[in-house]
Structures are given as C-alpha cells and as structure tokens.
C-alpha cells in the first residue's frame, strides 16, 4: 500500500516511497491520472463551466433563466394566492368534516353523509305540502279515490273496490228455496202455469195454492217481466216459504 515518507524513518528510501506515492494518481510526466478524480475530491463553487463535457453544457445553456415567479422577483415566498388557491387553507381532513359550513346548490352524496335534525320549517314547502296529505288515522278523502281491486272471493279487512263489490254481487248465486229458507222455484215449464186462471196467475204476492206450493209461500220475484203467463218456460221466481 502506498504511502508518504515518514520522518526520522525511511533512511535511504524517500525517494521510492514518495514516487510510488505520487504514481497512484500522476502520469509519468507529472499529469493528473484519468478517472482518479471523483466527486469528493472536487471542492464546491470551483469548477468552471469550459470543464465539463459539451453535452453537460449544451443542457444547461438550453435552459431558460427564471426571471421571476407568480409576478414576484428576487427572494420569492408564495402564497395560496399566487397559485390560485386563495380559498385553500391548511386545516386539517378532520377539522374540516366536524366545521360547520353553508352549502349552495351542493350535492351531497354517500353513505357516510348523513343529514339530521333539520327542522320541517327549514325545508321549502315542506309544512304546506303535509298539510295537504290525509292523515292515515280515519282520513277523510275527497275527489275518487281508487285502491287496488282484491281477488274475488277475497274475505278481510282489506278495502272493497266498487269493481269487487260489482263481481261479487253479479256472480252471487242465490240458493234453492226450502221450507225454511229463502231462495227461488223453477217451474217445470208452461204447461205448468197454463192452467192457471183467474187469481192463480203468479203475480207480486202470495202464490195460491192451486200453484201445488206446500204452505204460504210469497213471491219475491219474477224473473220475465212480473209475469209467468203467455211466456216460454221453464220460469225463476224467487219466493218466501211459508211454515
């Protein structure tokens, strides 16, 4: 490893020591060697522009100086301002969600926003348009109102449609008379009813008893015109039975 001459030492050898000292970075003709030269050996604000390579200063002399920034020159200190941020400050990400702020024609969105305790008077029109609304306690409703028509058949506390109450009432089949209950008689056929003169022609009232009713029985209905007579059979009446 090479080295300097050490004092009071190295008799006879300095010059060897020291040649092969200087060697380690000189050339024979005492130039500096290439390549031994590094970023540590060069002192700051010594090196000149004409030693660094053309490309190196071809780069640097094809930038453009800086001649001022945002408008200001010398010792520049920018603000939010000067970059067209004037109504950006620097409070922080949960200051900011816990501030209190006035929104305009803003929309907030997202399931973490949530709005609450806002007052209905604070709401536009909205007082007025609830009062407008039917109570859903015994509301009294006007215009025509309408509500879906229930299955026919159907027997609950659900609403009855005039359209449901119109098919129930038309698709009623009224029951056989008995004895005992009320319900219709068909006449076997004209012939049946010919016979009959005089008061046994079947009108509104009791049916005589030449009808061949068993008991007091008394005509509800007649099905063709409140007469059976002079008519093709076979005839529906709806009668009361009698005991």
């Given at each position: 490893m090479t080295r300097l001459p050490i004092t009071g030492s190295d008799d006879n050898t300095w010059g060897t020591i020291l040649n092969?000292?200087?060697?380690?970075?000189?050339?024979?003709?005492?130039?500096?060697?290439?390549g031994v030269i590094g970023n540590d050996q060069v002192l700051d604000n010594t090196?000149?522009?004409?030693?660094?390579?053309?490309?190196?200063?071809?780069?640097?002399?094809?930038?453009?100086?800086?001649?001022s920034v945002a408008g200001k020159t010398g010792a520049v200190t920018l603000t939010s301002s000067d970059v067209g941020l004037g109504s950006v400050d620097d409070t922080s990400d949960a200051s900011k969600n816990s501030a209190a702020a006035t929104l305009t024609n803003k929309t907030i969105s997202g399931a973490s926003n949530t709005l609450s305790n806002i007052a209905q008077s604070s709401v536009t029109n909205l007082t007025?348009?609830?009062s407008g609304k039917a109570p859903t306690a015994s509301p009294v409703l006007t215009g025509t109102p309408t509500a879906p028509t229930a299955t026919a058949g159907t027997n609950t506390t659900?609403?009855?449609?005039?359209?449901?109450?119109?098919?129930a009432v038309s698709s009623a089949a009224v029951p056989d008379a008995t004895a005992s209950t009320k319900g219709k008689v068909q006449l076997a056929d004209s012939s049946d009813v010919a016979a009959a003169s005089g008061s046994d022609v079947l009108t509104a009232g009791l049916i005589p008893a030449s009808q061949g009713v068993t008991g007091i029985a008394k005509v509800q209905f007649i099905a063709h015109g409140g007469t059976v007579m002079g008519s093709p059979g076979p005839y529906t009446i709806i009668i009361e039975a009698g005991p």
């Amino acid at each position: 490893m090479t080295r300097l001459p050490i004092t009071g030492s190295d008799d006879n050898t300095w010059g060897t020591i020291l040649n092969d000292f200087l060697s380690v970075v000189h050339n024979s003709d005492g130039t500096i060697r290439g390549g031994v030269i590094g970023n540590d050996q060069v002192l700051d604000n010594t090196l000149a522009e004409s030693k660094l390579s053309p490309a190196v200063q071809a780069k640097l002399n094809a930038v453009s100086g800086v001649t001022s920034v945002a408008g200001k020159t010398g010792a520049v200190t920018l603000t939010s301002s000067d970059v067209g941020l004037g109504s950006v400050d620097d409070t922080s990400d949960a200051s900011k969600n816990s501030a209190a702020a006035t929104l305009t024609n803003k929309t907030i969105s997202g399931a973490s926003n949530t709005l609450s305790n806002i007052a209905q008077s604070s709401v536009t029109n909205l007082t007025a348009d609830l009062s407008g609304k039917a109570p859903t306690a015994s509301p009294v409703l006007t215009g025509t109102p309408t509500a879906p028509t229930a299955t026919a058949g159907t027997n609950t506390t659900q609403l009855a449609t005039t359209a449901f109450v119109t098919t129930a009432v038309s698709s009623a089949a009224v029951p056989d008379a008995t004895a005992s209950t009320k319900g219709k008689v068909q006449l076997a056929d004209s012939s049946d009813v010919a016979a009959a003169s005089g008061s046994d022609v079947l009108t509104a009232g009791l049916i005589p008893a030449s009808q061949g009713v068993t008991g007091i029985a008394k005509v509800q209905f007649i099905a063709h015109g409140g007469t059976v007579m002079g008519s093709p059979g076979p005839y529906t009446i709806i009668i009361e039975a009698g005991p």
